[in-house]
């Protein structure tokens, strides 16, 4: 349309050093400005108490928990009493029973579990992502230190309702060196067994995606890692159709919504 475009001129060098310069300090100014009215919000309206009130509110704080503590002892006591009047165990029961016979109170195997490790030359374990630490201390306990064999997978671990903790598991992960044959240090290693001969690319591909997002970070991580991420290793004929996933995410109050990946 008979215009041309406006060329802007070059910035001098020494211009832009006092250019950036005021730009720091202005930055510099503003922080200050900044931390001062932080400090004075905080300050004096959140943290304004005596170290008196402080004090006062955490010593009614910890009595109300020790009458909380001693209210659920009694409560444990009686119930377990009760229970063993009329010869009845369930299954947290058996847990503490077991505990208790094998696991001293320093914390240490018993004499009783020292002579039942005895009996065992190999202990191997499955789904060891569904173990809490009460039973990850029992099959401590009973083992020899290198004669335990637990095998888990974090991503299916479902019985958090009863006390599973997949942590205790991806501890072992993590202290356990990666076993590389003969030459692996040290009595333990972390054997990953990726590889997936059953599923199609596919669903590996989908899986693997929504198990990183949900698991690998943020508030409900439980140590996964790109480790724990399936390996495609299915034989698969060249002509075979690649078969789509799909996903359907369900609301309460918006219906369902479906995707294809």
């Known amino acids: 349309n008979g215009y041309s475009p406006i060329k802007l001129g070059t910035l001098k060098k020494e211009a832009?050093?006092?250019?950036e310069e005021k730009a720091v300090v202005y930055a510099k100014d503003n922080r200050k400005e900044l931390v001062k009215k932080l400090r004075e919000i905080f300050r004096d309206k959140y943290f304004c108490y005596s170290s008196d009130i402080v004090r006062a509110d955490l010593l009614r704080t910890a009595s109300f928990c020790d009458m909380l503590y001693e209210v659920l002892s009694e409560f444990d006591r009686r119930m377990l009493k009760e229970?063993?009047?009329?010869g009845m165990a369930d299954f947290t029961d058996n847990k503490r029973f077991a505990l208790s016979l094998f696991v001293g109170d320093d914390g240490n195997p018993t004499d009783l579990a020292r002579e039942y490790s005895e009996k065992f030359d190999e202990i191997y374990i499955d789904e060891y992502q569904d173990t809490d630490s009460v039973q990850d201390m029992i099959f401590s306990a009973i083992s020899k230190g290198n004669n335990r064999f637990m095998v888990g997978d974090i991503k299916q671990s479902i019985y958090r309702f009863r006390g599973a903790n997949p942590s205790v598991f991806t501890r072992y992960k993590k202290d356990f060196p990666i076993y590389e044959g003969e030459g692996t240090k040290g009595s333990s290693a972390a054997i990953y067994m990726s590889e997936n001969f059953r599923c199609d690319r596919s669903i590996i591909d989908v899986s693997n995606g929504i198990c990183g997002y949900l698991f690998g970070k943020g508030p409900n991580s439980i140590g996964y890692t790109k480790k724990d991420d399936l390996v495609f290793g299915k034989q698969v004929l060249?002509?075979?159709e690649?078969?789509?996933?799909k996903i359907t995410a369900y609301a309460s109050d918006n219906g369902a919504d479906e995707l294809e990946m």
Do not use: C, D, S
């Open 16 to 19: 832009k050093y006092k250019a």
């Open 83 to 86: 229970k063993l009047q009329r």
């Open 238 to 240: 060249p002509e075979r």
């Open 242 to 245: 690649m078969k789509k996933v």
